[in-house]
């Protein structure tokens, strides 16, 4: 096996455990915002979850990035790719419209569909379009990058991500932001999957330098969602924003953990779930919708209820995935 294809295996773990903690994410999150009706004990769970799933996301954006980047410049590919992820975004706009009115009763403004995305989850697909769309500039910038530019512009970014991240916690605002990497942190993490995939031999930190990094950001988030939360009786989420720093270098650490890790097999299980992840996370939001409307979530404690409706959502989905990918005509190797 080539170190390639021995990087692939890896990203192809990194894409199920990003999709996994999506999930469990939005379970998370289900039970977080019944605060404070919600039992303290339940609320403590659903904070550790939440913040131990924050790097699902920009992981996501990394893997992306790591696989596009380092392609050849095509633009007729490239538009291709473009296209498919708009035309999903409006197919699956079109289906939750008919969801949302028929199951849940939400009427929506036709017109605000551009600006604010249908559900929550959406805004991954809106802004991914934009990044496909410029692919062709990344390609160039960061093929024909020095290491030099390389590092000026990894430093550049960990350090405008952190300063912006500690001035708008004091509840200050940025209104000139630093093209590139200040203007879009998801674009940043894009290149930054390429980046570490691609130097990754050349990154001389040591993993236990990661493993503090991942685990003291991840209690920072934790705690800062807590504390204020506890302070003020109400759920307070400001600090689990995906600009947030914490977030940011615990999903840089997590990558690069996985990128220095020894070769992973090839597993059929691990694939399956990587080959559906995309549907899974569109599909899912259905059974959470249905599990929202029929069970009272503060009668259902948290360290039960997570796993359990976690499973819940995973196989269901995984199961409508391949369903449908049967239903288009393709054959669906399941083991």
Not at 124 to 145: E, S
Not at 260 to 287: E, G
Request: aromatic residues 18%; positive net charge; glycine residues 4%.
């Amino acid at each position: 096996m080539s170190k390639i294809s021995q990087r692939d295996e890896r990203l192809e773990y990194l894409r199920v455990f990003a999709c996994f903690g999506v999930i469990l994410g939005h379970i998370s999150n289900w039970y977080m915002r019944a605060y404070p009706d919600l039992p303290f004990d339940s609320y403590i769970c659903a904070s550790v979850f939440n913040g131990l799933c924050r790097v699902s996301v920009p992981i996501f954006f990394m893997i992306s990035g790591a696989l596009i980047l380092e392609q050849n410049t095509d633009y007729k590919k490239n538009t291709k790719r473009a296209l498919s992820i708009l035309i999903k975004t409006v197919v699956w706009t079109i289906v939750f419209l008919i969801w949302d009115y028929f199951y849940l009763g939400e009427r929506y403004d036709i017109h605000e569909i551009f600006a604010v995305p249908i559900r929550v989850h959406f805004w991954f697909l809106y802004v991914i379009f934009g990044i496909y769309l410029t692919v062709p500039l990344w390609q160039k910038l960061v093929k024909d990058a020095s290491k030099e530019l390389i590092k000026y512009f990894s430093v550049l970014f960990i350090s405008v991500l952190t300063l912006s991240f500690i001035i708008e916690s004091f509840k200050m605002h940025i209104t000139y932001e630093i093209p590139l990497v200040g203007a879009s942190c998801y674009a940043c993490y894009f290149i930054m999957g390429y980046i570490i995939r691609h130097y990754i031999d050349e990154i001389k930190i040591k993993r236990w330098i990661y493993v503090t990094v991942w685990a003291l950001c991840v209690t920072a988030t934790i705690l800062l969602t807590l504390l204020p939360s506890i302070k003020h009786n109400e759920h307070i989420e400001s600090f689990s924003d995906f600009r947030s720093a914490f977030i940011g270098l615990s999903a840089l650490a997590v990558f690069c953990l996985f990128m220095k890790a020894k070769p992973f097999k090839h597993n059929r299980i691990i694939s399956l779930f990587s080959r559906h992840s995309f549907n899974i996370y569109m599909i899912h939001v259905f059974f959470l919708d249905i599990i929202q409307v029929n069970i009272d979530i503060t009668k259902f404690s948290a360290w039960i209820g997570i796993p359990v409706f976690f499973i819940f959502l995973l196989i269901l989905s995984l199961v409508c995935s391949i369903l449908f990918e049967l239903a288009k005509g393709k054959k669906q190797i399941i083991l």
